[in-house]
């Protein structure tokens, strides 16, 4: 028998917005969130809620804020129960500052057509980068996010917030892929949200999840193939096998997917944490 999910929450206060997996009150000067247990592929919610993935992945954010707090502020206030946060309201900057320290993903799909400036050539699939770089994208309410150039990124926030929020995205990135890989789990890339609280610049959003982040096996990892991971990337692969075309309606899966991926969502808040779920 599946464990009961929370797909939609419905509290007697204002509703800001509903995400891919989080709703989100309004609260004035604060807001607050509640992770729930959608789970979104290629940008599109799918039917089925994955048990305990609001859980383990609000556990984990608020373990990495808690972890980078002296880097960089964020907007945690209060913790509420575990699938729930209260937070300061940022106003956002409209960008997603993705870091990757391995040649995986869109950046290896654009490696192969000699698209990645600045890589050296020859290198494999899900190599491990000489140092981690930036890669920022558009933050799109609807659709595809689309990768920014440093020019676009410094025309939109000014050269100095950008220089800014690039150094503390490395260093943030390089803090917490040493503290997982000592408990076995590589962070091959990850994105992060900035906002400004009172004119501070101010981490938001959630930090360093398996929904924002790929996250992989240390003892499987090999370079020149497919990861084994702790991410959503089982439900993709998963997906992209069924041969879905990855427009709505997107399908139900099947409850051994659901279970093995609800799984994949625990066991990565206990080896990065060191805690039991």
Not at 166 to 189: L, M, T
């Amino acid at each position: 028998m599946q464990a009961e999910t929370v797909m939609e929450t419905n509290l007697p206060i204002p509703l800001l917005k509903r995400g891919k997996v989080r709703d989100v009150y309004d609260l004035g000067s604060r807001l607050l969130i509640v992770s729930t247990d959608r789970i979104s592929a290629f940008d599109i919610v799918l039917p089925n809620g994955i048990p305990f993935k609001g859980e383990a992945l609000n556990r984990l954010s608020n373990y990495w804020f808690e972890q980078t707090s002296d880097l960089v502020d964020n907007h945690i206030m209060d913790v509420v129960d575990p699938r729930t946060i209260l937070v300061r309201k940022a106003r956002p900057i409209k960008i997603e500052f993705v870091v990757r320290g391995y040649l995986y993903g869109s950046l290896w799909e654009s490696y192969k057509i000699g698209k990645s400036v600045g890589l050296p050539e020859g290198l494999d699939k899900a190599a491990k980068l000489k140092s981690p770089i930036l890669t920022p994208t558009t933050k799109a309410d609807v659709g595809h996010d689309t990768e920014l150039s440093r020019e676009a990124v410094t025309k939109r926030i000014g050269k100095s917030v950008a220089s800014e929020i690039s150094e503390i995205s490395i260093r943030i990135y390089e803090r917490a892929s040493q503290k997982a890989e000592a408990n076995g789990i590589i962070i091959a890339d990850t994105k992060f949200e900035f906002g400004f609280c009172n004119n501070e610049l101010t981490l938001i959003d959630e930090c360093l999840t398996p929904d924002s982040s790929r996250f992989w096996s240390n003892e499987k990892y090999q370079i020149g193939q497919d990861q084994h991971s702790y991410d959503k990337q089982y439900v993709r692969d998963y997906l992209l096998d069924l041969g879905w075309n990855k427009q709505p309606p997107p399908p139900k899966l099947p409850d051994p997917v659901i279970l093995e991926t609800s799984k994949k969502y625990i066991e990565a808040y206990e080896r990065v944490t060191g805690r039991k779920f």
